[in-house]
């Protein structure tokens, strides 16, 4: 088959009109590129499920032109998914080395690393990758090493951004490659994916800088010991607390799997500087002054199994929050966990704790990684698109980075929303939205990929809400007559000793069910069931208001 | 027995650690007051539980000594547990006008209207009721006909603040009455209750006015439907959309059952003035220009089967969004709500609608109905109070709230924070903490109050994760051989029909578990059941890592 140099297709498999499970790819002629794959959690709807990972059908029909998967940094919601995508479609992988350090620890636990093709860049490597040249420009996010991508193509230049800020003050001295953005700005881009999360916020988000004097402020003040909880992938900060903690020579105790795992990772990749004997063990720590100790420790989004919760509720083995100790929380909840967060604060105030929590100018233990409507004007006019398709982000999000596409000049025309599966037809240097292709969520419950449907998550719903409750009866394959039964047994409906006379009218109704269905001569396995199971339920709501699952099992002898 | 004139108690039955459902109760010799008969809305970890009423089983075991229930304001956390409470404590109500109203039709809805005392009572009104002198003052929040109320004890007053803000240009002009307030703190407080709800928030809280004029501009803008949703029970808010609407000579039309009920209630007790001839059915509506119609509809919080959720996702029968139209969400997420709000603004984009959200200074389409901390200050610099109890909070609100009165010069001594059933003992002009009343949370669901508990809330989490498998088989009494089954049944768990493989395993494994339980002579049905449990239950854990709850059926013939 000839190659159409001068068609190409963009689209998103995950990550538009939702938060999480990025993967955006770049079809050109027979080169398919694939944006990072992440994973999202499910909301409190998909009952039993632990991950979403995107649906990739489309790719594996095309499997033998997958050329690439290019990650643009290390955060869950951009590699959450590749062990699992790894397992159906593996594909050599490019990321810098930070990224590719969380990303090996994570096929490591899956069993995947021999067989997987990890190759590090860094900002200034140029690929030719199939027929298209791959280039990278410096972003700065909440993790390090982060990067946006350029595809070269006939037609013109292809833009990902990643996420970003334009922190000019960044810790680490990554500073975000404004020249190297207004070249490839220069040299024309076709079509910009930009990423909006923080679209609706107005203004230029806060350095981290500002967090890390907060902290440092925070450690001269405490005179006990000091808890600090954020993201661990957040090395900036991690950094920060350790250079607060050098000032005022405290040591440091980690707790938590990810964050003991994540400071390993940049420890050894030169990502994070920790002096010599400032880590010690959480036994260490007792022999010390409480004035020595600071603890880095997970769980700043309210997670129940995580350390900061555990130390919240007085059930973390190796440590205590004592009467007087500060306990700092330097992250934002993500929407759907304020509840979660909050009832840690209630615990570790009820323990006798100093908390600093809260996030914007009250406290400034947190600023956001991604930029606002300032930042997201920035890279549109350094970029300066001919065409702009806003990604990474709820549909609120899209709308409103349109709008601010719309105030740095780009034709409103030339502005398109996509959904997930949708194509961006990109032919003769013009855009346009054309076609779909398969995309969704691809629910992962314990060892199962996609074996969830949607009969089994409506069952666990009727099942949460008023339990099951189960006849069994055993008939006589002669005469219908009842061999033994009916027997009644419940779960989740109602405790049955505490509820005597409830069964004993459930059973008086089954039996009378029975007695109708004999007397009119039906026979029929369904149907009897089917009646059985209308009678009972209109029973129980007429008496409780409630719908229990209602399985009458006929057993035939 | 001889009345202790000079002993009292005072204590909460709900509001303290939480947000809702709040019950206060002064005891004084043999005098019980109520303070308010609130409800609240079970967390996620609830499964199926409806609704949470507070524990009275103290005023049950005292029920000839409970005089009066005092109710401050017409909130659910409020009220919404009267029916419930009613049913088992058939106490005199006291309370405002619209206050009543409200507890009026719930009542009716329940039943329970013609066996009830209602009293209506205003600011000015004096009551003596068992020994104590109980008189009130005008508050005002986000709902019409607020009071606070004052116990006179002869140890001094027990002031209890209801819910409150300082709004003073009120639209109502029900001014909150600083001079009484200045009175009752002149003549001595022993004790205040104050509620905490923005105890965390600086400054003070904008007028409700702040809104009134937003919506008048955005009204004024509108050039096709208007669409405002906010709580019903914001009369105040409520009375400002049909001003804007008059200014501009729109119709209303009110969706949803609650927005219908409280129009209905306001509007005949003369809390809501409406020009004759404004309202309109939804019907009419089709009949008028675009630019002549404002509906006002329930649905702020994201409420799934409420009008605005209906009207966002295009199920709405009687009316629906057009693009161009304007949709005003006038009320900000309570805590655990954002996500679901969310949503419904993206469906609203989506249907292409200028969509206005969001609290605070960028649409001040809403502002809080609490006092934030200059607020609670001056109710403490007006009170003076020699003791201060924070209530209506979680612990951290208590906590700043504790702060706030320090600063404002209340002895830290006598700043005493208790949880639900904690006794406050006033005794010779002193207060301490002793003692404990039964209280907790007693949970509704459908018609069954407190019948549900922690084994049937453990099931229905447990078949929430994973479902349940049933394992039916029919044994003969005479030597144990299999007459029937094993069959297999499950819902929550696996779609049966696409796991045929893993449903033969299963199979397998009760019949092999049954064969090694009969060459053991086992023969205890309940070993029987365990073994076959374990069995199969680490046989789906090792292939699966999921754990349905197991059910084997042993039946007997």
Request: proline content about 4%.
């Amino acid at each position: 088959m000839h190659r159409l140099a001068n068609k190409g297709y963009v689209f998103a498999l995950g990550g538009v009109n939702e938060i999480g499970k990025n993967m955006y790819v770049i079809e050109y002629g027979e080169d398919i590129f694939i944006i990072d794959c992440g994973s999202k959690f499910p909301d409190e709807s998909l009952l039993g499920i632990d991950l979403i990972i995107p649906d990739i059908s489309y790719l594996l029909s095309k499997r033998e032109n997958v050329r690439a998967m290019i990650v643009t940094h290390g955060h869950e919601d951009h590699i959450g998914g590749i062990p699992y995508i790894l397992k159906q479609l593996n594909v050599p992988i490019y990321a810098t080395r930070l990224t590719l350090g969380l990303i090996e620890s994570k096929l490591k636990e899956h069993g995947l690393l021999a067989d997987s093709s990890l190759n590090a860049i860094d900002a200034d490597s140029v690929l030719e990758i199939g027929q298209l040249q791959v280039s990278f420009f410096r972003t700065n996010h909440s993790i390090p090493d982060c990067v946006g991508v350029v595809f070269d193509t006939p037609q013109g230049a292809i833009v990902h951004t990643g996420d970003f800020k334009f922190d000019l003050t960044p810790e680490n001295k990554q500073y975000p490659d404004l020249h190297r953005m207004a070249s490839i700005g220069s040299n024309g881009v076709l079509l910009l994916l930009s990423e909006s999360t923080n679209a609706e916020r107005p203004g230029f988000t806060p350095s981290e800088r500002l967090v890390g004097e907060q902290i440092e402020k925070a450690f001269k003040h405490a005179d006990q010991r000091i808890f600090l909880s954020t993201f661990a992938s957040n090395v900036n900060r991690l950094q920060q607390v350790v250079n607060a903690a050098a000032k005022v020579s405290r040591k440091i105790v980690l707790l938590g799997r990810s964050m003991v795992n994540v400071v390993e990772v940049a420890q050894a990749l030169g990502y994070l500087d920790i002096p010599d004997g400032m880590l010690i063990e959480p036994e260490e720590a007792s022999g010390l002054p409480l004035n020595q100790v600071a603890v880095l420790c997970t769980g700043s989004q309210g997670e129940p199994m995580a350390a900061l919760s555990r130390l919240a509720n007085g059930s973390y083995r190796q440590m205590e929050v004592l009467a007087g100790d500060t306990v700092i929380v330097a992250a934002s909840p993500i929407p759907g966990n304020e509840k979660s967060v909050a009832r840690i604060i209630d615990n570790l105030y009820q323990l006798g704790a100093k908390v600093i929590y809260g996030s914007g100018a009250s406290t400034g233990m947190h600023v956001s990684g991604h930029g606002s409507q300032e930042e997201l004007k920035l890279m549109l006019s350094l970029m300066k698109p001919n065409y702009f398709v806003p990604i990474h982000g709820e549909y609120r999000m899209l709308h409103q980075h349109r709008l601010l596409a719309e105030a740095v000049g780009v034709d409103p025309k030339h502005i398109l929303i996509v959904g997930n599966g949708d194509l961006v037809e990109l032919e003769d240097g013009d855009a346009s939205l054309g076609g779909k292709v398969p995309s969704g969520d691809v629910f992962v419950d314990g060892l199962g990929i996609g074996d969830i449907g949607n009969v089994v998550l409506r069952d666990r719903k009727q099942l949460s809400g008023d339990g099951i409750l189960i006849v069994v009866v055993s008939l006589s394959k002669k005469d219908g007559s009842i061999l033994s039964g009916p027997d009644i047994i419940s779960r989740g409906f109602v405790y049955v000793r505490d509820n005597e006379l409830l069964i004993e009218q459930i059973n008086a109704k089954v039996l009378a069910t029975l007695q109708e269905l004999k007397s009119a001569e039906i026979k029929q396995w369904n149907v009897m069931k089917r009646t059985l199971k209308d009678e009972i339920g209109s029973f129980l709501f007429a008496q409780l208001k409630r719908r229990p699952m209602i399985m009458p099992i006929l057993i035939e002898i």
